[in-house]
C-alpha cells in the first residue's frame, strides 16, 4: 500500500498562485505514475496534471495547460503541482494518486482518475474572484 499526503492548499485571489506538494512513503517505487486530481462540490473527480516517475514524461488537462506544472523529487519520493493564474473554476479538493496504468513503463501516465490505485485525503484550494 502507497501513503499519500498532500499539503499546500489554502485560498488565494483569483490571479494568484498555490503550490502543492505530495509526499509519498517508501513503497512508492512500485507506481509508473503520480498525478493531481481535483473534484468539486457536485461534481466528478477529474484529472490535472500526471508524471512518469521513471523518465518525467508529464501530461495535462486542457484546462489547466499552461497555468499548471506537475514536478517530482524521487530523492524525496514527492511530487509537486504549481499552480498560476488561479481563478474560481480551479476551486476543489485537490487529490494526489499513485498507480501503474498498464500503458508501459515509460508511457504518458493518463490523466484518468479510475486508472490510479493509490490516494491521498486531499488538500483545499479556494480561489476567490
Known amino acids: 500500500q502507497v501513503e499519500l499526503v498532500e499539503s499546500g492548499g489554502g485560498s488565494v485571489q483569483a490571479g494568484g498562485s498555490l503550490r502543492l506538494s505530495c509526499a509519498a512513503s517508501?513503497?512508492?517505487?512500485?507506481?509508473?505514475?503520480m498525478g493531481w486530481f481535483r473534484q468539486a462540490p457536485g461534481k466528478e473527480r477529474e484529472g490535472v496534471a500526471t508524471?512518469?516517475?521513471?523518465?518525467?514524461?508529464?501530461d495535462y488537462a486542457d484546462s489547466v495547460k499552461g497555468r499548471f506544472t506537475i514536478s517530482q523529487d524521487n530523492v524525496a519520493s514527492r511530487a509537486y503541482l504549481q499552480m498560476n493564474s488561479l481563478n474560481p473554476e480551479d476551486t476543489a479538493m485537490y487529490y494526489c494518486?499513485?498507480?501503474?496504468?498498464?500503458?508501459?513503463?515509460?508511457?504518458?501516465?493518463?490523466?484518468?482518475?479510475?486508472?490510479?490505485?493509490?490516494w491521498g485525503q486531499g488538500t483545499q484550494v479556494t480561489v476567490s474572484s
Open positions: 494518486a499513485a498507480g501503474s496504468p498498464s500503458r508501459g513503463v515509460f508511457a504518458l501516465c493518463p490523466v484518468v482518475p479510475s486508472e490510479y490505485a493509490h
Open positions: 517508501r513503497n512508492i517505487y512500485s507506481s509508473n505514475c
Open positions: 508524471i512518469n516517475r521513471n523518465n518525467g514524461r508529464t
